[in-house]
Antibody, heavy 117, light 112 residues
Framework: QVHLLQPGAAVEKPGASLTLSCQTSGYNFTDFYIHWVRQAPGQGLEWMAWIYPKTTETKFAQNFQDWVAVTMDTSSGTAYLEFKKLKSDDTSVYFC??????????WGQGTLVTVSS | DIVMTQSPESLAVSLGERATINCKSSQSLLYSSNNRNYLAWYQQKSGQPPKLLIYWASTRESGVPDRFSGSGSGTDFTLTISSLQAEDVAVYYCQQYYGNRCSFGQGTKLEI
């Protein structure tokens, strides 16, 4: 059975860096994309980025290009979303999702990130 | 970038009645080489991650009840729930996967 496991929550101060994980299981990690999607409190879904493990290619939404990075560890089947410098309005739920190309067919439960001093 | 616009923002439908949600894209999602529309619909219930319902504009994901159907082509698409059940209360999103960068509609909140 396919799983995408994300930590439930993270709390950080403004200006800090943060790395979120997405641990996959139940399928061949390199055959599918991993996407990251943000959902601010009470708001809709906002696509952030994808990484394709087979080639390590990445693509970002313009809003996120300069302040997040996406990486992966093929040996453990884990993808990561790295924030370089958190702001208070980064407080959101961050989902990882498996991508059949750019079609997101299975989602993790999401990590609630709270940025507060 | 492709902009997705949904309507209405919210919708109240009685149990057993039909619900219709519309989605419009800023450019065609029909890929001529395979005649497929790169449009998906997701359902997000409160406190849960989104769930894929429909892809290629009209193909139901495995396990999705047949009261859910998708239609449309090019730039205009529709999600229809033929007979609303209580468990269908959720926010519904359309998503284009035509371009290298995905994008979602703003969501439609469906209530009873």
């Amino acid at each position: 059975q396919v799983h995408l496991l994300q930590p439930g929550a993270a709390v950080e101060k403004p200006g800090a860096s943060l790395t979120l994980s997405c641990q996959t299981s139940g399928y061949n990690f390199t055959d599918f994309y991993i996407h990251w999607v943000r959902q601010a409190p009470g708001q809709g879904l906002e696509w952030m980025a994808w990484i394709y493990p087979k080639t390590t290619e990445t693509k970002f939404a313009q809003n996120f290009q300069d302040w997040v990075a996406v990486t992966m560890d093929t040996s453990s089947g884990t993808a990561y979303l790295e924030f370089k410098k958190l702001k208070s309005d980064d407080t959101s739920v961050y989902f990882c999702a498996r991508g059949w190309g750019r079609l997101l067919d299975l989602w993790g439960q999401g990590t609630l990130v709270t940025v507060s001093s | 970038d492709i902009v997705m616009t949904q309507s209405p923002e919210s919708l109240a439908v009685s149990l057993g009645e039909r619900a219709t949600i519309n989605c419009k894209s800023s450019q065609s999602l029909l890929y001529s080489s395979n005649n497929r529309n790169y449009l998906a619909w997701y359902q997000q219930k409160s406190g849960q991650p989104p769930k894929l319902l429909i892809y290629w504009a009209s193909t139901r994901e495995s396990g999705v009840p047949d009261r859910f159907s998708g239609s449309g082509s090019g730039t205009d698409f529709t999600l229809t729930i033929s007979s609303l059940q209580a468990e269908d209360v959720a926010v519904y999103y359309c998503q284009q996967y035509y371009g290298n960068r995905c994008s979602f509609g703003q969501g439609t909140k469906l209530e009873i």
